[in-house]
């Protein structure tokens, strides 16, 4: 299946670059985070170069009040009680699986996370995956509210991001509409990893299943190149 709204970055920075990860994720999203996880780990035992991976923006629950909702009444009301907690102890030991912990104790809001992903989106490409990181930190271990603009400011002095992307009208408009993008085109659960835009996977994957993915992505790559006519001599 093809994202058309991934159809402009897909064109880009193509020439002479390993393949392109695409994943479609939300900060709040505790499989995103073993995901990232698995992804990162994949990568580590591949042989060759390095893929680019990006991060895509995606809203759970779109309709998320600015300053969020009570963690756990949340919880309860999608999932009703009889299956809330099953769903934390399910994560908290596939997060320990991959090394990660989830403290879920501390967890008392469920957030809006537009403005998490606006800073993700307003640093350089090389530094997003460590704010990741730390906001996934800052949430399921911590227990902060990464909805709160102060919070996610102690993050973006840190990374030195722009201090102005978290009251940035435009580029919030712009990352909510990419949301709003991938959900109208058929992307209905994350996180979500599209590989060179030929193949998708969704869910946490094990590392060995996204490794497969990533290999067979390069190699139709590498084909693509092969079948390309030599440019004419000058």
């Given at each position: 299946m093809?994202?058309?709204?991934?159809s402009s970055?897909?064109?880009?920075e193509r020439?002479?670059m390993?393949?392109?990860?695409?994943?479609?994720?939300d900060?709040?999203?505790?499989?995103c985070?073993?995901?990232?996880?698995?992804?990162?780990?994949?990568?580590?035992?591949?042989?060759g170069?390095?893929?680019?991976v990006?991060?895509?923006?995606y809203f759970?629950n779109?309709?998320?009040?600015?300053?969020?909702?009570d963690f756990?009444?949340?919880l309860a009301s999608?999932m009703?009680?009889?299956?809330?907690?099953?769903m934390?102890?399910?994560?908290?030991?596939?997060?320990?699986?991959a090394?990660?912990?989830?403290?879920?104790?501390?967890?008392r809001?469920?957030?809006?996370?537009?403005?998490?992903?606006?800073?993700?989106?307003?640093?350089p490409?090389e530094?997003r995956?460590?704010i990741?990181?730390e906001?996934?930190?800052?949430?399921?271990?911590r227990?902060?509210?990464?909805?709160?603009?102060?919070?996610l400011?102690?993050?973006?002095?840190?990374?030195?991001?722009?201090?102005t992307a978290?009251?940035?009208q435009?580029h919030?408009?712009?990352?909510?509409?990419?949301?709003e993008?991938?959900?109208?085109?058929?992307?209905?659960?994350?996180p979500?990893?599209?590989?060179?835009?030929r193949t998708?996977?969704?869910g946490?994957?094990p590392p060995?299943v996204?490794?497969?993915?990533?290999e067979?992505?390069?190699?139709?790559?590498l084909?693509?190149?092969?079948?390309?006519?030599?440019s004419?001599s000058?």
């Amino acid at each position: 299946m093809r994202y058309p709204f991934l159809s402009s970055l897909l064109s880009a920075e193509r020439s002479d670059m390993p393949i392109t990860i695409d994943v479609v994720h939300d900060t709040v999203c505790p499989w995103c985070r073993i995901g990232k996880r698995h992804l990162m780990d994949a990568i580590a035992n591949l042989e060759g170069e390095a893929p680019l991976v990006r991060w895509h923006p995606y809203f759970l629950n779109p309709s998320m009040p600015a300053g969020g909702v009570d963690f756990r009444g949340y919880l309860a009301s999608i999932m009703g009680d009889d299956h809330a907690e099953p769903m934390i102890l399910a994560v908290t030991r596939a997060g320990t699986q991959a090394g990660l912990r989830f403290n879920w104790d501390r967890v008392r809001k469920a957030p809006n996370t537009l403005r998490s992903h606006a800073l993700i989106h307003a640093a350089p490409q090389e530094e997003r995956h460590d704010i990741l990181d730390e906001i996934h930190l800052e949430y399921f271990e911590r227990g902060g509210d990464i909805g709160n603009r102060d919070q996610l400011a102690k993050i973006e002095r840190n990374h030195g991001v722009d201090s102005t992307a978290l009251d940035d009208q435009a580029h919030l408009d712009a990352i909510a509409g990419r949301a709003e993008a991938a959900r109208s085109q058929g992307i209905s659960g994350v996180p979500t990893f599209l590989f060179d835009g030929r193949t998708a996977l969704s869910g946490a994957q094990p590392p060995s299943v996204l490794l497969a993915a990533i290999e067979e992505a390069s190699a139709a790559a590498l084909t693509v190149v092969e079948r390309r006519p030599n440019s004419p001599s000058s």
